[in-house]
């Protein structure tokens, strides 16, 4: 029997530097043969690091982190790890940004090109000679901004703006956007508009039947898009006992097109709790789920024969 295609899956890594170190070395740990990412690859946040009385102070969540003024790198790499992006200012500059939305987003649309172009330079240094692909998508949560660092990378390919080939028998097709969600975030689109492109992108595949399907948001009405219900104030709401009250918020358009096309396989990220597996016809669908903020890269371990998906393990580390 032939060797399988073996993807290695991840998706909302969020500016995690230590989980995107972890699924660079995915390439040998299970020597996989293309590392897939599903979106959401940026910092959600900006934290500004600042001189006071001869050192350098990043707060972070109401704790004071601090470095000697010549070992400032130590503490960036330190809020990298902790998915934020760092940010030498001063008191003043950062209070002026605070109070104008506008520049503030500005200043992390400049920063977050920068910091994914130092993520792909280190993965480009630690692959070496390896074959592996490394495929790179954008999410909801990922400024347009960032596909000029990835394109302009030597390594990298980006999965957003074409269809890739996998390999002799799989294509691959991705949707980087997500439906509306309570945060109006940089990628969104209306559920007519999210059918549109995907009938549209399947109508150019030649081979629906072993295509993949990676789709940032997962389909509605699955196991794979469950999330708390959140009030008008944004505030999860909680069951008599106790816990959240979870609610659908997957995509309508997703559900419909992974139904109708049937590929072989969809890849999902978004919605960080519902990590799993499910069945919609003949397609397998996976969300790989997302531990981010605990440092844990969760992922998806994917053989593909040439007409079936071998295995589909999910992966913790």
């Given at each position: 029997m032939a060797r399988p295609t073996r993807i290695l899956f991840v998706a909302d890594l969020h500016g995690s530097a230590i989980c995107w170190r972890k699924f660079v070395n995915g390439a040998r740990v299970y020597r996989a043969d293309i590392l897939l990412v599903g979106g959401d690859v940026t910092a959600k946040t900006v934290t500004p690091v600042v001189e006071e009385d001869g050192q350098w102070v990043a707060v972070v969540e109401g704790a004071r982190r601090t470095a000697p003024r010549d070992d400032v790198e130590r503490l960036e790499a330190s809020l990298r790890d902790g998915a934020t992006i760092p940010y030498r200012t001063t008191r003043a500059e950062w209070d002026e940004l605070r109070e104008h939305p506008d520049r503030l987003d500005?200043?992390?649309?400049?920063?977050?090109?920068?910091?994914?172009?130092?993520?792909?330079?280190?993965?480009?240094?630690?692959?070496?000679?390896?074959?592996?692909?490394?495929?790179v998508g954008l999410g909801n949560d990922d400024p347009t901004v960032v596909e000029s660092a990835v394109a302009a990378d030597g390594r990298a390919e980006l999965t957003d703006n074409a269809v890739l080939r996998l390999d002799d028998h799989h294509e691959l097709a991705t949707l980087a956007y997500s439906n509306p969600t309570p945060w109006h975030t940089y990628r969104e689109l209306p559920e007519d508009e999210i059918a549109r492109r995907l009938d549209a992108t399947a109508s150019g595949l030649d081979h629906l039947e072993t295509a993949v399907f990676n789709i940032h948001v997962p389909p509605h009405s699955t196991p794979l898009d469950l999330a708390p219900r959140l009030d008008a104030n944004l505030t999860k709401v909680m069951a008599p006992g106790g816990e959240p009250e979870l609610v659908h918020v997957g995509s309508t358009a997703v559900r419909a097109a992974?139904?109708?096309?049937?590929?072989?396989?969809?890849?999902?990220?978004?919605?960080?709790?519902?990590?799993?597996?499910?069945?919609?016809?003949?397609?397998?669908?996976?969300?790989?789920?997302?531990?981010?903020?605990?440092g844990t890269l969760l992922g998806a371990l994917i053989d593909l024969d040439a007409d079936r998906v071998r295995a589909a393990v999910l992966t913790s580390g």
């Amino acid at each position: 029997m032939a060797r399988p295609t073996r993807i290695l899956f991840v998706a909302d890594l969020h500016g995690s530097a230590i989980c995107w170190r972890k699924f660079v070395n995915g390439a040998r740990v299970y020597r996989a043969d293309i590392l897939l990412v599903g979106g959401d690859v940026t910092a959600k946040t900006v934290t500004p690091v600042v001189e006071e009385d001869g050192q350098w102070v990043a707060v972070v969540e109401g704790a004071r982190r601090t470095a000697p003024r010549d070992d400032v790198e130590r503490l960036e790499a330190s809020l990298r790890d902790g998915a934020t992006i760092p940010y030498r200012t001063t008191r003043a500059e950062w209070d002026e940004l605070r109070e104008h939305p506008d520049r503030l987003d500005q200043l992390f649309q400049r920063l977050a090109p920068i910091e994914v172009g130092r993520w792909l330079s280190w993965a480009g240094e630690r692959l070496g000679a390896d074959p592996t692909r490394l495929l790179v998508g954008l999410g909801n949560d990922d400024p347009t901004v960032v596909e000029s660092a990835v394109a302009a990378d030597g390594r990298a390919e980006l999965t957003d703006n074409a269809v890739l080939r996998l390999d002799d028998h799989h294509e691959l097709a991705t949707l980087a956007y997500s439906n509306p969600t309570p945060w109006h975030t940089y990628r969104e689109l209306p559920e007519d508009e999210i059918a549109r492109r995907l009938d549209a992108t399947a109508s150019g595949l030649d081979h629906l039947e072993t295509a993949v399907f990676n789709i940032h948001v997962p389909p509605h009405s699955t196991p794979l898009d469950l999330a708390p219900r959140l009030d008008a104030n944004l505030t999860k709401v909680m069951a008599p006992g106790g816990e959240p009250e979870l609610v659908h918020v997957g995509s309508t358009a997703v559900r419909a097109a992974l139904l109708r096309h049937q590929p072989l396989l969809g890849l999902h990220g978004h919605i960080h709790e519902s990590r799993g597996t499910t069945g919609l016809g003949r397609t397998l669908a996976v969300n790989c789920g997302s531990a981010y903020t605990e440092g844990t890269l969760l992922g998806a371990l994917i053989d593909l024969d040439a007409d079936r998906v071998r295995a589909a393990v999910l992966t913790s580390g």
